[in-house]
């Protein structure tokens, strides 16, 4: 059932996570050697069909790849904000999406999908525009960050602050503290793989090695993997940024801020799919139950999926066919509980 | 989570159960397997429902159908519901493959307040005879499955259910023996021997 894409009630609006960007699926250019963060989730005939669903992605406000951030250009002094850039929340980035959408004349969005951070703000708009958001897809995400996952990013900032090029944030002239933010980076990434995904990918193997060498240097593949996404994550990511929006999630506590839970979901009215990945340990399972139970002390539409992988909190951009299977059917539901039955009227 | 009647076309525990819930009412039903049930209750008895199942593709199929359903594992309890918030609480052929049938139970009557328990009793006259003359586990078009193949792990029978009930001070508001096809007479007069399953309708004291 396709609704007519000129009525603007098929909007599909994609919510990325940390380190990813508007660039959620397909090539933009041709010197792109990686299509988009979710593309085997986004495209005709995918989960996010793109034949059937308006799909929109924005860059995140305070993050460094389109949107403002602390390394946009401060009008007021004509240099990059740095550490001067405001700390911002989750919220502010959906109010921010909220102007965008508006923007684009859209007062109804279908669904709402996305991982980790991207289902945080998932979590927001629900709360913020519950008349506007018919329905939601928040996977391996949280409603308030755990002391764990905020003593890791604590760490990542460390890193980057100690870092001698950081020079207080004021770095956009001279070497960034490339350092620093690489092991951020790889901090992140052990927190986004898990015991056992690391064992099936990894093990004990060496990197270009047959035997032990006894050294320093890293010479164990699973070495040799943080380092190389640790450098990589350099050549596209801002120092600062990502000192700003680990902050961000590290204050995202809807719990906090609405008294409990439960009463911070007391006026959503969009249909939820939760969706949590067994082996995540950055925001388990536990947490995501917290979620639905919040909403069913409500009496709200909630569904809750706990998908067995062994791939961590990367589950749910690797979890393809599962994923596939489950959000194909929920957007067909929700299709046909929202789109078709205005059709009726 | 049951196979028994997956395959089955007509339920007659479903149309029992159709007729007993209040129309309206909330109800809970766990291990509701593809969601048929859940479905045909909020559309026949405009009941709000929700179910859960520990079964991924069982839980696809309940969303596909537009059902609202968690993933979990009633072993485990109903920590995610409050006490008292369904009016019922389904456990549809599913008590014998339970592990913790007590704990299940108990979890049952504290989120709804009535609670509506069916199983297969196991002290049915062609178990037993097959038991007694051939000394095998007993397989029947009810039962299909080999003993080391079968998620039944709990074998009790009705009057085993009663006698729980009655140590556990649990209130049994209404039984329903059922023969193959439905109540009949043979099934009420010694339910024990004659029903192939039997339903409960219970509530804490």
Same mark, same amino acid.
């Given at each position: ?26 090539? =933009? ?41 602390? *390394? ?116 992140? =990434?052990?927190?986004?793989? *898990? ?80 969706? *949590? ?10 947490? *995501? ?23 961590? =909190? ?7 066919? =599962? ?23 | ?100 049938? #007590? ?35 007993? !397989? ?25 009930? !009655? ?29 192939? #399953? ?8």
């Amino acid at each position: 059932m396709v609704c007519w894409p000129l009525k603007k009630d098929n909007v599909v609006l994609i919510l990325h996570a940390l380190s990813g960007d508007a660039h959620a699926a397909g090539y =933009h250019t041709t010197k792109d050697t990686k299509p988009g963060w979710w593309d085997t989730m986004i495209g005709p005939g995918k989960a996010f069909d793109t034949n059937k669903y308006f799909i929109i992605c924005s860059n995140f406000l305070g993050g460094c790849k389109g949107s403002t951030g602390p *390394s946009s250009i401060d009008p007021a002094t004509g240099k990059p904000f740095g550490m001067n850039f405001p700390m911002i929340t989750i919220k502010d980035m959906v109010t921010a999406q909220k102007k965008l959408l508006e923007h684009l004349e859209i007062d109804s969005i279908l669904c709402l999908a996305g991982g980790s951070m991207g289902g945080m703000q998932a979590l927001q708009w629900m709360i913020d525009y519950p008349g506007m958001v018919k329905s939601a897809i928040p996977m391996a995400t949280t409603a308030r960050l755990s002391p764990q996952a905020i003593a890791f990013n604590e760490v990542g900032r460390k890193a980057i602050i100690g870092d001698k090029n950081w020079n207080n944030g004021d770095y956009y002239t001279s070497t960034p503290p490339n350092l620093g933010l690489s092991v951020a980076r790889m901090i992140g =990434h052990i927190t986004y793989l *898990s015991d056992e995904g690391m064992h099936l990918k990894f093990g004990r193997r060496l990197q270009n090695k047959e035997e032990y060498g006894y050294e320093l240097s890293s010479e164990f593949a699973v070495e040799s993997y943080l380092h190389y996404q640790g450098d990589k994550f350099t050549e596209r990511f801002d120092a600062n940024t990502y000192i700003y929006l680990s902050r961000a999630m590290d204050y995202f506590d809807l719990a906090g801020v609405y008294g409990s839970l439960t009463e911070a979901f007391r006026n959503v009215q969009s249909k939820a799919l939760v969706i *949590s990945f067994t082996s995540d340990w950055l925001f388990p399972p536990y947490q *995501s139950k917290e979620i639905v139970k919040a909403m069913m002390n409500n009496d709200k539409d909630v569904s809750y999926i706990e998908i067995f992988s062994s791939y961590g =909190h990367d589950a749910f951009l690797l979890e393809t066919e =599962h994923l596939t299977l489950i959000v194909e059917s929920f957007l067909s539901t929700v299709t046909k509980e929202f789109c078709d039955a205005s059709d009726k009227k | 989570m049951l196979r028994t009647k997956s395959n089955a076309p007509y339920h007659a525990d479903y149309e029992l159960i159709l007729s007993l819930i209040e129309p309206r009412s909330k109800v809970l039903d766990l291990g509701c397997g593809n969601g048929e049930l859940l479905y045909r209750l909020i559309h026949e008895r405009q009941v709000n429902g929700r179910g859960v199942d520990i079964n991924e593709k069982n839980i696809i199929q309940c969303i596909t159908k537009g059902l609202s359903v968690f993933q979990g594992n009633i072993d485990e309890g109903l920590a995610e519901y409050q006490d008292k918030s369904y009016d019922y609480v389904i456990l549809n052929q599913t008590l014998q493959a339970t592990h913790k049938p #007590e704990f299940v139970i108990k979890e049952m009557l504290r989120v709804g307040k009535k609670a509506i328990v069916s199983f297969p009793n196991f002290a049915h006259w062609q178990l037993r005879a097959q038991l007694f003359f051939s000394g095998r586990m007993p !397989k029947t078009s009810h039962l299909p499955f080999e003993w080391y193949d079968t998620v039944n792990i709990r074998f009790l029978t009705i009057r085993d259910f009663r006698v729980f009930c !009655k140590q556990k001070d649990i209130h049994i508001l209404q039984e329903i023996d059922m023969g193959y096809f439905g109540q009949n007479l043979i099934a009420r007069i010694n339910p024990n021997l004659f029903a192939v #399953e039997g339903l409960f309708i219970i509530t804490e004291r």
